[in-house]
């Protein structure tokens, strides 16, 4: 029921979109209407999309099948979105839904109402004028032999929704995993062409990665060790010609190598946090959360074995992303929030700043977008200018 | 001897510092970036530049190229090189010129200090010092093979302990023969790579160079 309700809902949305979507079409062969086409696609789309996630809440699995990015421009847009077999399936379920999946979630909604009123109808029909008095199916009602019979009518109603209620919460379902998924063979090559995308990005990650490590350890340990050598060196010269001197040398070359340690911490810190192995993805982000400047709350849940490579994907983000908080965005307080449904982990990030966050601009996200997408996750980014800043990340984490 | 130090590492920096200035070394700068090196040598005009290879803006190979510079505006200035790791095209980038006064080490090698004064001194005379680390990798790359194929290994031996930047005693001395029989190994690889003596060119470096440049077979 509560499915036929949801799907109630959007199914609404469905019908006012193609009514305005009509009036849009009627208006486009004047003319006029053809300016407002793109926007109207665009609402379908928008549309589409709250079925897609409302479906993938009752774990029907169904994927967008649209690229990230979209053409600007007018003619650009309209013929993109015209060549795309997705819009047309988006149209088609709209029509669908619209109608079925209207008259489907009415009755999800108005069965209960009505079986409860039948099925209680003996303990109030003699409060009613006596004219008035009737069955929901509307035919009246005098003698207690015609109410009981009404009341029975409400068992039955009851007894309808719930055997079957779950049908009709799959047919109403139903056109939206047809026809909201990608098209068979098209889902085929996009996902070949998406993982293409991901794995080059994934390389590109991973080589950004070594070279950052590289560099780490080249400017960093390296040379305090070359250092540590060299002082070393100009210890023993010291010991021979004025032993008085060698001290100061030998002192240098110690703090140098106690450099060179810390250094090397750093770096493996940056490789594999220690803390995630020894304490797990809850224990470290707690530790993260309490070395943030901004006063931070982590919620996780029960999350089962994770792979490695997730649990030091997600611990990155949220790091990346609490260090973005503490930066830029003035935030009082932020939250990060871990759960898992299925083979699915999400991590989100949220804080109370000034809002205005980019993934376009260069930040640390760009990072966190590259580490998603080699995982083949979906990262959504809402920062409206004022705030607040909500960063949700899904990574798949089949185990 | 008057040395300028270009090294962006501040320890490193001050450790050549104090290493040079307490063996009595004429230090005239000690700079951090190509820019200030380049204009410490017009300015001081020193004997030798020891100069980093990784230096500001982009850490790759800033170092050779102000080097290779103020050799061509400052010559005969005398240039050894430091460097973290192994790259030999930028020992044969130096050498290209053909002309000695080269060295090319590993920065660890600055703490034993008696063979990093050695080079000094020699590289100041107009000789070279190639890491040994740099001429054994030369010896693994099959360019090298080819190039040194008309050698013996006894010669070949003797071409590394050259490209080190050891004279003929020190050389003998290594492999426990006389001088008289590294100066014959010397002619034959000299022979053998059809080195004529000239006046322009020192027969070593150019032997040297040989076996640097069949490292990096784009280079002319």
Redesign the interface.
């Known amino acids: 029921m509560e499915r036929l309700a949801g799907g109630l809902g959007t199914s609404l949305l469905a019908l006012f979109t193609s009514a305005g979507l009509t009036v849009v079409a009627v208006a486009s062969l004047a003319g006029v209407g053809l300016l407002l086409l793109p926007f109207m696609l665009s609402l379908v789309r928008l549309v589409a999309e709250r079925e897609r996630g409302r479906l993938n809440r009752w774990q029907y699995q169904v994927i967008s099948p649209y690229a990230d990015t979209r053409p600007t421009g007018w003619a650009a847009r309209l013929r993109a979105a015209a060549s795309d077999p997705a819009t047309w399936r988006d149209l088609r379920w709209l029509a669908s839904h619209a109608s079925l999946g209207l008259l489907l979630g009415l009755a999800g909604v108005v069965l209960p109402i009505i079986a409860v009123r039948d099925a209680s109808f003996p303990l109030w029909w003699w409060l009613l004028p006596i004219e008035e008095a009737g069955a929901s199916l509307g035919f009246p009602v005098r003698t207690w032999p015609a109410v009981l019979a009404v009341s029975l009518m409400g068992i039955s109603w009851a007894a309808i929704l719930i055997g079957l209620g779950p049908a009709m919460a799959r047919l109403q379902a139903l056109p939206g995993v047809r026809l909201l998924r990608p098209h068979p063979s098209a889902d085929l090559s996009q996902r070949i062409a998406q993982l293409t995308v991901t794995r080059a990005s994934a390389l590109q990650a991973h080589a950004a990665e070594l070279r950052r490590i590289e560099?780490a350890l080249?400017?960093g340990t390296?040379?305090?060790i070359?250092?540590v050598?060299?002082?070393?060196?100009?210890a023993?010269?010291?010991v021979v010609?004025?032993p008085a001197?060698a001290e100061a040398?030998l002192e240098?070359a110690q703090s140098?190598a106690e450099q060179a340690l810390g250094e090397l911490r750093t770096v493996i810190r940056g490789i594999l946090p220690p803390v995630l192995e020894e304490r797990g993805l809850a224990g470290a982000l707690t530790s993260l959360a309490a070395d943030c400047l901004v006063p931070c709350e982590v919620t996780v849940t029960e999350l089962g074995h994770l792979p490695v490579a997730v649990e030091t994907t997600a611990y990155f983000i949220a790091a990346e992303a609490l260090t973005n908080t503490a930066r830029h965005s003035r935030a009082t307080t932020a939250a990060v929030s871990v759960n898992r449904v299925g083979d699915l982990l999400s991590v989100h990030v949220r804080d109370d700043g000034i809002g205005g966050a980019a993934v376009s601009a260069g930040s640390g996200l760009t990072g966190i977008r590259r580490r998603v997408e080699a995982h083949d996750g979906t990262i959504t980014l809402t920062s409206p200018i004022g705030g607040p800043t909500v960063l949700e990340v899904e990574l798949p984490c089949a185990s | 001897m008057r040395i300028v130090i270009a090294e962006d590492d501040a320890l490193l920096r001050e450790g050549l510092t104090l290493l040079l200035t307490a063996r009595g070394f004429d230090l005239v700068a000690a700079v951090p970036t190509p820019e200030e090196f380049l204009a410490a040598v017009a300015e001081h005009r020193p004997d030798i530049a020891v100069v980093d290879v990784r230096m500001p803006p982009t850490f790759t190979d800033e170092g050779i190229r102000a080097a290779v510079q103020a050799r061509r505006l400052h010559p005969p200035l005398a240039v050894l090189v430091l460097s973290a790791y192994v790259e030999q095209s930028f020992a044969a980038d130096l050498l290209a010129d053909g002309v000695g006064g080269i060295g090319y080490l590993l920065k660890e090698r600055v703490g034993r200090l008696q063979e990093f004064l050695d080079a000094l001194h020699r590289v100041v005379a107009g000789g070279t010092a190639i890491d040994p680390e740099v001429v054994a990798q030369l010896f693994t790359h099959q360019r090298a093979i080819d190039v040194m194929r008309p050698l013996s290994p006894r010669e070949r031996e003797v071409l590394a302990l050259m490209a080190e930047g050891l004279g003929n005693t020190a050389i003998a001395e290594r492999l426990f023969v006389t001088d008289k029989a590294v100066h014959k190994h010397i002619r034959n690889i000299f022979l053998k790579f059809d080195l004529h003596p000239t006046d322009q060119t020192d027969r070593r470096v150019a032997a040297v160079l040989r076996y640097l440049d069949s490292r990096t077979p784009s280079r002319s």
């Open positions: 560099r080249h400017d390296q040379n305090r070359i250092g050598a060299v002082l070393l060196g100009v023993r010269d010291a010609r004025d001197s040398a240098r140098a």
